[in-house]
């Protein structure tokens, strides 16, 4: 089974609005990283949170972890339709610092103006 | 001023031909990666290079062959290409313990 599960796969709000989407994972990690891809692009690195932390913030963006529920959120407020895209959680479980990112399965996210 | 860059960008072939993707990263990084995103967006890693040292090889058939010839270049060879290697494949660098930068992605459509 997949190490990140986002939820949920698909989301749609009015612009203006708050998204938040959850990742599960199964094993312990070092790190966990949230990407955003806009369609038909690479993936671009939004915010990372150490498992020693629990709360992270980068302008609009909120993540938390809970590592003992081996779960995280990311939080944007304030919608805008630049925002819609597929946004993964990635997980780092490697020895040695970020060579083995595991990616789950996507939320895609539409921003209705 | 592009950090990563991928060619080509679109790649279409026919079962059975051989063809390479290159990628390259301005960035200093030391450690580049090959991502396979198939046609549900799942994004899967294949390999992961380290100072021109191959570290990860996620069970990819041996019809994939990488090389490194320094450490900001990342090549992907892929023989004897099957209809199931269709797909988009990113390649990515970064620093250890820190943030991935992903290249544009090379669609790849056999044929």
């Not at chain 1, 913030?57 to 819609?84: E, F, N, Y």
């Amino acid at each position: 089974s997949q190490q990140g599960e986002e939820d949920p796969q698909a989301l749609s709000i009015q612009e203006g609005e708050n998204a938040t989407m959850n990742c599960s994972y199964k094993t312990s990690i070092n790190n966990l990283q949230w990407y955003r891809q806009n369609s038909g692009r690479g993936l671009v690195h939004l915010i990372l949170i150490r498992s020693n932390e629990r709360e992270k913030h980068s302008g609009r963006l909120r993540v938390t972890l809970d590592t003992s529920k081996k779960s995280s959120s990311l939080l944007i407020t304030a919608s805008r339709a630049a925002d819609t895209a597929s946004y993964f959680c990635a997980t780092d479980r490697s020895n040695f610092g970020n060579e083995k990112l595991t990616f789950g399965t996507g939320t895609r996210l539409t921003i209705i103006p | 001023d592009t950090a990563v860059s991928q060619t080509p960008k679109y790649l279409v072939t026919q079962m059975g031909n051989d063809k390479s993707i290159k990628c390259e990263q301005n960035l200093g990084h030391d450690t580049m990666y090959w991502y396979k995103q198939d046609s549900k967006k799942f994004l899967k890693i294949m390999f992961s290079y380290n100072n021109k040292e191959l570290i990860i090889n996620e069970t990819v058939p041996n019809r994939f062959s990488p090389k490194s010839p320094d450490k900001a270049h990342l090549n992907l060879h892929i023989n004897s290409l099957e209809l199931g290697d269709s797909a988009v494949y990113f390649c990515a660098s970064s620093l250890r313990f820190t943030e991935q930068y992903f290249g544009p992605g090379t669609r790849l459509t056999v044929t």
